[in-house]
């Protein structure tokens, strides 16, 4: 089954403990992209990856690493979580002219 | 830069009403894509359709419509005989292919239909 595997679903943790947030598709999809959802402001991305060790800011990546290290994986990393990134977070891969298929969402409380 | 206005913040309907969630864009390229993608309760991202820049058929899915009209720059999606099940989160977005397929989103329009 074609899927994007997102880990953990819900995770809180405290100011400044870094955490990474896994993501892995079974597509073999060159793209590969984060967002951060947010009440009225839809879904905005953070990084992209276009593939391979090419990686890239999207419109909000303050505050955020990535590494595409291989082509199905692109963990989302946060050195120093801060409360103004809680937020609900969203692997997406897609190929060149395919709709983007989306992970089931990680859920991050910041206190 | 490229943009997508989702005016309808909320609406609520009563069960076998019809409704249009309405959809405007703003972009300079030529080609483009447009998606529409629902969001139930349970918060995953469910896609409904992709139509391209060059596509302005409307296409029609069950109960599920869309109208393409470049013309005014919109992509209204229209649920007929609406049912609870349909209550969500709908987001239309446009996609960048020079940013890694990248998808702008609306502000996403919350449907709440009662029985």
């Known amino acids: 089954e074609a899927q994007v595997t997102q880990n953990p679903r819900y995770l809180i943790t405290v100011t400044g403990k870094k955490l990474t947030v896994t993501c892995s598709q079974n597509m073999n999809h060159e793209y590969m992209s984060w967002y951060r959802q947010d009440p009225g402001l839809g879904l905005r991305q953070i990084y992209y990856s276009m593939n391979v060790e090419v990686t890239d800011k999207g419109d909000v990546p303050e505050g955020y690493k990535v590494s595409r290290k291989e082509k199905r994986n692109f963990p989302l990393i946060l050195e120093s979580p801060s409360p103004n990134q809680t937020s609900l977070y969203f692997c997406a891969s897609s190929g060149e002219y395919t709709e983007a298929f989306f992970g089931q969402g990680t859920r991050l409380t910041v206190v | 830069a490229q943009k997508v206005t989702q005016a309808q913040t909320e609406i609520s309907v009563v069960e076998k009403e019809d409704v249009t969630l309405d959809c405007v864009y703003e972009t300079r390229d030529t080609t483009y894509y447009l998606f529409w993608y629902k969001q139930p309760p349970s918060g995953e991202l469910v896609f409904l359709i992709r139509?391209?820049?060059?596509?302005?058929q409307n296409e029609i899915s069950g109960r599920y419509s869309w109208n393409f009209q470049k013309s005014t720059s919109s992509f209204n999606f229209t649920i007929t005989a609406s049912q609870v099940v349909d209550s969500a989160v709908y987001f239309c977005?446009?996609?960048?292919?020079?940013?890694?397929?990248?998808?702008?989103f609306g502000a996403g329009t919350i449907l709440r239909v009662k029985s």
């Open positions: 139509r391209n820049s060059f596509d302005e």
């Open positions: 977005a446009l996609s960048e292919l020079e940013y890694g397929n990248k998808l702008v």
